[in-house]
């Protein structure tokens, strides 16, 4: 049976988190944030900061796309790029004082969306989506 594009769990999932993004962009537009930049930012979550190979899978980047915006936040003065102390080969990406700043901010944004989505559905539904995605992803995964 075919399904109007509108229709396909693809063409709703996609549309949701363009809303998604299109809010955090807005929100993000007053602090120099972008949605990709905040969700990176939220990634460097350890004082010693996390190899830079975690981050584009965490996240669904490709590599070429993360070292652009990688470079760009060091720029910004937002992070700072470290040799592991235990093994050199590795690139440790560690916040600085303002990168720290910056993900404080996208914390706020993405806890005060969680908490109105909350209220406005439930945490039972919202299990029951949260298991329903993961199911999406490995069968998508799977093909």
């Known amino acids: 049976m075919k399904h109007a594009h509108k229709d396909t769990y693809c063409s709703r999932i996609k549309q949701s988190w363009h809303s998604i993004s299109r809010m955090y962009n807005a929100e ?3 602090h120099n944030l972008t949605t990709t930049l905040g969700f990176i930012l939220l990634q460097i979550n350890t ?10 899978p965490a996240l669904g980047m490709e590599s070429t796309s993360l070292v652009r915006t990688l470079s ?55 299990k029951v989506f949260t298991e329903v995605l993961e199911q999406i992803n490995a069968i998508a995964i799977e093909r």
């Open 28 to 30: 993000g537009d007053q």
């Open 47 to 56: 004082p010693e900061g996390i190899p830079s190979t975690s981050i584009g």
């Open 72 to 126: 760009l936040m060091e720029k910004k003065g937002w992070i700072k790029r470290k040799k592991d102390a235990k093994d050199a080969r590795k690139v440790m990406i560690v916040l600085t004082a303002k990168g720290k700043q910056k993900r404080d901010i996208s914390r706020l944004a993405v806890q005060a969306f969680n908490e109105s989505v909350e209220k406005k559905i439930g945490k039972a539904k919202l």
